[in-house]
Antibody, heavy 125, light 108 residues
Framework: QMQLEQSGAEVKKPGASVKLSCKAS????????MHWVRQAPGQGLEWMGV????????VYSQTFQGRVTMTRDTSTSTLYMEVSNLRSDDTAVYYC??????????????????WGQGTLVTVSS | SSELTQDPAVSVALGQTVRITCQGD??????ASWYQQRPGQAPVVVIY???KRPSGIPDRFSGSGSGDTTSLTITGTQAEDEADYYC???????????FGGGTKLTVL
């Protein structure tokens, strides 16, 4: 079945960078846009950005513009995201998710499915 | 930037019907999707499009909407439906994606 397997938990100091991975299986990875979403402790979901199937184009939330880089390796069906200049408020669970889209008559819809299990990133001095 | 607004918390008696709403300008342009998140778990899509359920989602979950508001309705709410629910849509003004703040559903 479709599955996204994320890398393990990370502990980083403020100012450091972290690179997360998300390995896809059960579907043709190179056919899909892929998203990253994060969730701070006790908080809601926050969309971070999306990367196109070839990896040639990424769109980031303004909140993360300049600090986040999304890449992908189609040969290994793996998605990556690097977050630089980490701060304590970057402590969160980071999820990858596959993009799905559908146009119903004239209206479009997108949904995230499946999701990875999440990677906890803790930023602490 | 566009926002999606949800009530922070809603409660429902076991077996009753509950409606969770999501409001935002983008919903005039795009359909929303709805996610259920149980504690310690990743979100799971329960509704997308006008009212489409992925396979494996019980038919007690349904979606509806009009104008700038979309709703998730759970008919005959079960104890296992107690969770956080999030709406999401593409942002019509920025062409990015956005989530609502989430609604904590308590089943009494």
């Amino acid at each position: 079945q479709m599955q996204l397997e994320q890398s393990g938990a990370e502990v980083k100091k403020p100012g450091a960078s972290v690179k997360l991975s998300c390995k896809a299986s059960g579907f043709v990875f190179s056919d899909y846009w892929m998203h990253w979403v994060r969730q701070a402790p006790g908080q809601g979901l926050e969309w971070m950005g999306v990367i196109n199937p070839s990896g040639s184009n990424s769109v980031y939330s303004q909140t993360f513009q300049g600090r986040v880089t999304m890449t992908r390796d189609t040969s290994t069906s793996t998605l990556y995201m690097e977050v630089s200049n980490l701060r304590s408020d970057d402590t969160a669970v980071y999820y990858c998710a596959r993009d799905n889209s559908l146009k119903i008559v004239t209206t479009s819809t997108w949904w995230f499915d499946p999701w990875g299990q999440g990677t906890l990133v803790t930023v602490s001095s | 930037s566009s926002e999606l607004t949800q009530d922070p918390a809603v409660s429902v008696a076991l077996g009753q019907t509950v409606r969770i709403t999501c409001q935002g300008d983008s919903l005039r342009t795009y359909y929303a999707s709805w996610y259920q998140q149980r504690p310690g778990q990743a979100p799971v899509v329960v509704i997308y499009g006008k009212n489409k359920r992925p396979s494996g989602i019980p038919d007690r979950f349904s979606g509806s909407g009009s104008g700038d508001t979309t709703s998730l309705t759970i008919t005959g709410t079960q104890a296992e439906d107690e969770a956080d629910y999030y709406c999401s849509s593409r942002d019509s003004s920025s062409d990015r994606w956005v989530f609502g703040g989430g609604t904590k559903l308590t089943v009494l």
